[in-house]
């Protein structure tokens, strides 16, 4: 079965700043999706960026951008230009190709934004 | 708005109770997901539908059955309610290509159990 593992539960960054949350997984599967999901204190579950395992080339949308390392079974999301509506809790998430389409997440990071 | 509906928002019932989630999927979308949300077990797959048919089971208890009907909407029934059924039910939608890979999710159902 597949595992994802956030390591970091809570981070805290300035506004404006840069911060990279982590995430590992663990699969045998050769061919995979990988998802960030962000919930803000709506709970709403916001899909903010994914990336095809077969697609060498880290996913980018904005100011979010991955580091896809498949060898080591990583999935980092960096946020640049911290903005205080990013903060959320931020959920790494697999999702087969074959077989059952269910998502598999993480416990989840607390970001913080400072002013 | 993701395009996914669930109701009712929240929900206040008593141990030992039944109720049922409603969820109408994106228009189009042939996958129906629920998924938990707890303070203990985070974010944890419960069952899937896809046009109509069972399609994948996760950690869903003997308790809880769901179903989707012909016009693709689904239902979560949560019955014999424990406290620790206390939880934010999502439900979540994907497009009718099986491959489709983006889950779109509705608002969540807040059940509390007394």
């Known amino acids: 079965a597949q595992t994802v593992t956030q390591s970091q539960p809570e981070m805290s960054v300035q506004e404006a700043e840069t911060v990279t949350l982590s995430c590992t997984y663990d699969?045998?599967?050769?061919?995979?999706?990988l998802f960030w999901y962000k919930q803000p204190p709506s709970r709403q579950m916001i899909l903010v960026i994914r990336?095809?395992?077969?697609?060498?080339q880290n996913a980018t949308e904005n100011r979010f951008s991955v580091n896809f390392q498949k060898a080591a079974k990583s999935f980092s999301l960096k946020i640049s230009d911290s903005q205080l509506g990013d903060a959320a809790m931020y959920f790494c998430a697999y999702r087969s190709i074959q077989g059952a389409q269910k998502l598999v997440f993480g416990q989840g990071t607390r970001l913080t934004i400072n002013p | 708005d993701s395009g996914v509906t669930q109701t009712p928002k929240h929900l206040i019932t008593a141990t030992g109770q039944r109720v049922t989630l409603r969820c109408s999927p994106r228009?189009?979308?042939?996958?129906v997901y629920w998924y938990q949300q707890s303070l203990d077990q985070g974010l944890q797959f419960l069952i899937q539908?896809?046009?109509?048919?069972?399609?994948a089971k996760g950690n869903i208890l003997e308790r809880f059955s769901a179903q989707q009907f012909p016009d693709l909407h689904s239902e979560l029934n949560l019955s014999s309610l424990e406290l620790g059924d206390s939880a934010l039910y999502f439900c979540a939608s994907s497009g009718g290509d099986e491959d489709s890979n983006e889950q779109f999710f509705g608002p969540g159902t807040r059940l509390t159990v007394l």
């Open positions: 990336q095809e395992a077969y697609k060498q």
């Open positions: 699969t045998s599967e050769s061919d995979y999706y």
């Open positions: 228009s189009g979308d042939l996958s």
């Open positions: 539908y896809y046009n109509g048919e069972e399609r």
